[in-house]
C-alpha cells in the first residue's frame, strides 16, 4: 500500500538547470498539493490541483510550474532553479481540501 | 496578514505526564483547525479537526481545544509516551479556501 509516493528523495542540482519533482498517489484522491518546508517556516503552499487538467496557484508560486494530466500524478518543475528554492517539498493528497496525506518529501539542494 | 504562531521552543515533558502545545492565530477566523504530526525525515500525519463550532475534540489520549474568541488552539497529549516525541504543525483554513495556513510547529520530547 505505497499511498503517495514522491521522487527522488534526495537531489543536488546547479543553479539554472530544470528540476522535476514526480508525485504519485494511489488512492484516486482528487485533490493534489505542493509544499515547500523551511527552518522556521510553516509549510507554504506553491500549487494545488483540485482534479486531472486543473491546477492553481498558491501562496509561493513564482520559479514553479505543475502539470495534471492523470488524476494519480502531480509533477513539479523547477524552470530554472535558484539556490532560493533550496527546500524540502512535499506533496500532498486527498478526497478533499481539508484532510490531506502526505509524502515522504524530497530534499533539494541548489547550488 | 494572517498569522499563524506557535511556540518555536522545544517542549521537554516527562514521560506519563500532559504535554500542552499551543496554537494562536491573528487576521483570520478560521472555519476548522488540523493539528499533524511530523518525525523527522517524514511528511505530516494528520491527526485531530475541530471546526469553529466544536469547543472541543477527543482521539484517545488526544484532545484537542478551539476558542474562537482567544484565537486560540490547544493540544494535549495525556499520558505522553516517548513515542509521542515529535513536532506538532497545526493549520487553519476557512470553508471555501483550498489552502490552509500553517504553523512552523512546536517540537515535543517526551523524556522516560
Known amino acids: 500500500d505505497a499511498g503517495i509516493t514522491q521522487s527522488p528523495r534526495y537531489k543536488i542540482t546547479e543553479t539554472g538547470r530544470q528540476v522535476t519533482l514526480m508525485c504519485h498517489q494511489t488512492w484516486s484522491h482528487s485533490y493534489m498539493f505542493w509544499y515547500r518546508q523551511d527552518l522556521g517556516h510553516g509549510l507554504r503552499l506553491i500549487y494545488y490541483?483540485?482534479?486531472?487538467?486543473?491546477?492553481d496557484k498558491g501562496e509561493v508560486p513564482d520559479g514553479y510550474v505543475v502539470s495534471r494530466s492523470k488524476t494519480e500524478n502531480f509533477p513539479l518543475t523547477l524552470e530554472s532553479a535558484t539556490r532560493s528554492q533550496t527546500s524540502v517539498y512535499f506533496c500532498?493528497?486527498?478526497?478533499?481540501?481539508?484532510?490531506?496525506?502526505f509524502g515522504p518529501g524530497t530534499r533539494l539542494l541548489v547550488l | 496578514s494572517q498569522k499563524i504562531e506557535q511556540n518555536s521552543e522545544a517542549l521537554n515533558i516527562q514521560e506519563g505526564k500532559t504535554a500542552t502545545l499551543t496554537c494562536n492565530y491573528t487576521?483570520?477566523?478560521?472555519?476548522?483547525l488540523q493539528w499533524y504530526r511530523q518525525d523527522p525525515g517524514r511528511g505530516p500525519v494528520f491527526l485531530l479537526l475541530?471546526?469553529?463550532n466544536e469547543k472541543e475534540k477527543r482521539k484517545e489520549r488526544l484532545k484537542v481545544t478551539f476558542d474562537t474568541t482567544l484565537k486560540q488552539s490547544l493540544f494535549h497529549i495525556t499520558a505522553s509516551q516517548p513515542a509521542d516525541s515529535a513536532t506538532y504543525l497545526c493549520a487553519l483554513a476557512s470553508g471555501s479556501n483550498y489552502q490552509l495556513i500553517w504553523g512552523a510547529g512546536t517540537k515535543l520530547i517526551i523524556k522516560p
Open positions: 475541530i471546526r469553529e
Open positions: 490541483s483540485a482534479a486531472a487538467d486543473i491546477t
Open positions: 487576521n483570520y477566523s478560521p472555519a476548522y
Open positions: 500532498a493528497s486527498g478526497e478533499e481540501p481539508r484532510t490531506q496525506y
